[in-house]
């Protein structure tokens, strides 16, 4: 989702697109539940604001992803499904799932440069 969302486009995002919500799906209700004008209600898919726009694009995204997810998990190919059940793990059960990994350079060397000849530092 976007970043940045003031806490009544978030509370519209929250109403319009949660199907639990009373004003699901309803872009006048849904505004104004969250605090906007009727105005604004009546003419937000209209004006099309970026953060609605791009909160739009990426729930649609995410719905075609859960989509294929199924799919997927529901076929024959076992490396397949074995693969995405580490990938959700890892995502939505961090605590439990998550690896550890470190980044070192070259041949397990630091990251941070040595000091230059005369002990000085490299200053960013």
Known sequence: M???LDPRQIEF????LDPKSDTFSH????????????EY?????????????ESLNDEKLVKKAEKNLDIFLEGENAKIRADITKF?????????Y?????????DGESLFPKPLLGGESIKE
Do not use: H, Q
């Open 2 to 4: 976007v970043d940045n």
């Open 13 to 16: 995002l929250k109403n319009y």
């Open 27 to 38: 872009t006048t209700k849904s505004a104004k539940k969250a605090g906007f004008s009727d």
């Open 41 to 53: 209600g009546r003419n937000i898919t209209a004006l099309m604001p970026n953060w609605l726009s």
């Open 88 to 96: 959700v793990l890892s995502r939505l059960n961090k605590k439990k």
């Open 98 to 106: 998550s690896e550890r990994v470190e980044s070192t350079g070259k």
